[in-house]
């Protein structure tokens, strides 16, 4: 079975300062990871994945995330946030046997002007 | 490209009843993920479909059903509603199948069940 723990609820940081997003997972073989992100009202909006080759993945609106094996974490940075990268932050994993997701919690971010 | 589109946007049902949700994938995509978001449960995996077969399942009950036509729109079907079941229903496509693929997704159906 495949799960994904992400340790935060919310991260409260200041606009301009860097973001931190925290995700583990635990699967069994190779993961495929992905960060999703969900505004108010609204599905969920890919940001980046990690299959294979370099650790550090780079995404959409600045975002990058760091594939950790050893530790098996994923965590979702930006070095300066904006008021606008305030949502819901969504890690997920998926294996090779197909599309299905399983998702963390959700983080909520709070960017403060 | 047009996104994944969600009819109907919001529902509302009365329990014992059953609803059609339906789900148009952006033009390409073969296919279609459903999941179920709940403030208590997160979001947790239905079922997904690749050219009109069912190739994965969560752990949901029965009552939860779907299908896939031959232009990769999907219908799920929830049958005898339970209070319970009153969620964000999400549809995801993706070009292909196998876990590699980012999945699209659309703005979900609202279901209240009363």
């Known amino acids: 079975a495949q799960s994904v723990a992400q340790p935060e609820d919310q991260v409260n940081v200041a606009e301009g300062n860097p973001l931190t997003v925290k995700c583990t997972y635990s699967?069994?073989?190779?993961?495929?990871l992905f960060w999703y992100v969900q505004y108010p009202n609204r599905g969920l909006q890919f940001l980046l994945k990690y299959i294979t080759g370099d650790n550090l993945v780079k995404g959409s609106y600045g975002f990058e995330a760091e594939f950790n094996k050893s530790q098996t974490s994923f965590h979702l940075k930006k070095p300066s946030a904006l008021v606008s990268d305030s949502a819901l932050y969504f890690c997920?994993?998926?294996?090779?046997?197909?599309?299905?997701?399983?998702f963390g919690g959700g983080t909520r971010v709070l960017v403060k002007p | 490209k047009a996104g994944v589109t969600q009819t109907p946007r919001y529902l509302i049902k009365t329990r014992g009843q059953q609803v059609t949700l339906s789900c148009s994938p952006i033009?390409?995509?073969?296919?279609v993920s459903w999941y179920q978001q709940t403030p208590g449960q997160g979001l947790q995996f239905l079922f997904e479909y690749f050219s009109e077969t069912q190739r994965n399942k969560g752990n949901f009950p029965g009552r939860f059903s779907g299908r896939q036509f031959s232009n990769s729109r999907s219908e799920m079907n929830v049958s005898t509603l339970e209070l319970g079941d009153s969620a964000l229903y999400l549809c995801?496509?993706?070009?292909?199948?196998?876990?590699?693929?980012?999945?699209?997704f659309g703005p979900g159906t609202r279901l209240t069940v009363t």
């Open positions: 699967v069994s073989g190779n993961p495929y």
């Open positions: 997920a994993v998926s294996q090779a046997a197909g599309n299905k997701l399983t």
């Open positions: 033009s390409g995509h073969r296919s």
């Open positions: 995801a496509s993706s070009v292909g199948t196998g876990g590699t693929y980012e999945q699209y």
